[in-house]
């Protein structure tokens, strides 16, 4: 890892000596915006198709987290994508095809500081990944990942009808507590235990590291993703993290109190969004560990590539809290791709596997056929405001909207099997999440509704009384929308 100073490079290793052994990152300094935002600390350009190139690192953990919300956004189509070489040497990151890089099609570099210089002759600091180009003017316009994750969330919403929101207002406070959290401790914090050249500083942040892996366990066991029941950005920042963790981290950085493996909730929660489509293809293991194993000679001078260890992200998750819904959708993926339907979001509302059919909210209200359906299931349509109960232990089923859940609800209470939940994870402009509490046998107790949330933008609220319709899934969606999810309820919903 080398830096320019005063535009000319130097391949300078991180003066851990001048801080007393402490790793030091240095701050991005290219913060130009896309879009309007109050965040942004330079001049802002307008959100406009093709006009602005990606450049990663698919090693890197915080190029990672740009090229997951171009995924999860629908950005492919609007922001293209270079990828260095995972062996950063004496010239830095390289674009050197022979060595795994795609290569530079837009301004034909063969080492990655060359953009900065193009972008300044004079510039000073370290050369990063992941950088924003804008093709039209001929510069980065940004060098800072957790810029990236914003502008990526929101700035080409009107160009793309994707209005997933992994920032929402209400939830911004959360975010934020726990980025400040993740970042320092964990995202950050692996680089201050691995780069520490004094016992004691090692000691200290690698402490602070697992001390951290604690809080978000226990965090976990309490609510599916960081900030509740969305998925945010503060997940996609600390999955970065976790995907490598096991691989390089524990043994490469010495974080070697525990593996992410052994911690129930982190490793259900990591193959769970690495299970989300399209996500697992954001992941290459080989570039991750080829970079870090050979390219850090101060750590690793012999630049020996493990062979291992064997991870499967795939696998199913485990526990009292359901994560298969990662699992579900990819599998909904591959049975719409068979069938003729678009990829992407929305995805159908409920897959049964064994009948290897996709169910939408009309045939499942009109009728109970799939045997597969051996609990209740709760289906919520977060494209058109209505949700049904399909029961098969009464061969029926149960069709309304938020003003009817309850009684949707005691319906529910009426079988004699827990009851579960498949939601629909599409282009969304509300979601309803409903956790019930009951015996877990016929009993006559009075029914407790522990959650029933509805989170919908003004322009979009239905009356009470608006009939229920089955959603197109094809319609543009026009409103905020967000990835919800409804937990703690056996995986019932689909057979696997």
């Known amino acids: 890892m080398g830096l320019l100073v005063n535009g000319e490079w130097v391949d300078q290793w991180y003066d851990t000596k001048k801080h007393g052994g402490e790793f030091v990152r240095e701050s991005a300094q290219l913060r130009d915006w896309v879009g309007s935002s109050e965040e942004s600390q330079g001049d802002s350009y307008p959100a406009q198709a093709d006009r602005y190139h990606l450049y990663v690192s698919l090693a890197c953990p915080w190029a990672h987290r740009a090229l997951i919300m171009r995924k999860l956004k629908g950005l492919e189509p609007l922001i293209g994508t ?4 995972p062996l950063m040497l004496g010239n830095g990151w390289t674009y050197h095809q022979d060595e795994g890089a795609s290569g530079d099609p837009i301004n034909h570099a063969e080492f990655h500081h060359q953009l900065y210089t193009m972008t300044n002759p004079t510039y000073t600091g370290r050369v990063t990944v992941p950088v924003l180009w804008d093709k ?19 700035a080409f919403d009107e160009l793309t009808g994707n209005n997933l929101d992994f920032y929402p207002e209400d939830l911004r406070s959360v975010i934020d507590e726990v980025n400040d959290d993740v970042y320092d401790h ?4 692996v680089y201050k235990s691995g780069f520490a050249t004094e016992q004691q500083v090692y000691e200290k942040h690698v402490t602070a590291l697992f001390d951290a892996l604690e809080r978000i366990e226990k965090r976990l066991a309490e609510h599916r993703y960081l900030a509740g029941e969305w998925l945010t950005e503060a997940d996609i920042r600390l999955f970065t993290t976790l995907i ?4 390089v981290y524990f043994g490469h950085f010495k974080c070697n109190f525990k593996r992410i493996e052994d911690y129930p909730n982190l490793s259900n929660y990591v193959r769970e969004l690495y299970q989300w489509p399209g996500v697992a293809e954001t992941v290459n293991m080989d570039h991750i560990k080829r970079h870090y194993y050979y390219s850090h000679d101060t750590i690793n001078p012999t630049r020996i590539v493990p062979a291992g260890p064997l991870l499967d992200f795939m696998r199913r998750t485990t526990g009292s809290v359901c994560r298969d819904r990662g699992y579900v959708a990819a599998k909904c993926c591959t049975l719409c791709t068979k069938k003729g339907h678009p990829l992407g979001w929305p995805f159908p509302i409920l897959l049964c596997i064994s ?5 939408s909210l009309a045939s499942i209200a009109s009728r109970v056929d799939c045997q597969a359906l051996c609990a209740p299931s709760l289906v919520v349509c977060q494209a058109s405001r209505a949700f049904a109960l399909v029961c098969s232990h009464q061969s029926r089923s149960y069709v309304g909207n938020d003003s009817t859940s309850s009684d949707v609800a005691s319906n529910m209470m009426r079988c004699s099997v827990s009851p579960s939940f498949s939601v629909c994870v599409s282009s969304v402009n509300w979601s309803v999440f409903t956790t019930i509490s009951r015996p877990p046998k016929p009993s006559t107790a009075p029914l407790s509704i522990t959650r029933a949330e509805i989170r919908i933008s003004s322009s979009n609220k239905m009356s009470s009384t608006s009939p229920i319709s089955s959603p197109d899934p094809l319609a543009k969606n026009t409103s905020a929308s967000r990835i919800s999810s409804a937990e703690y309820m056996p995986c019932g919903s689909v057979c696997a």
């Open 186 to 189: 964990i995202n950050n914090g």
């Open 355 to 359: 009948k290897q059919t996709c169910y």
């Open 136 to 154: 039209q003017r001929s510069a980065i316009i940004n060098n800072e990942s957790a810029d990236l994750l914003r502008i990526f969330n929101r």
């Open 82 to 85: 270079s990828h260095v070489s």
């Open 244 to 247: 490598r963790f096991d691989a």
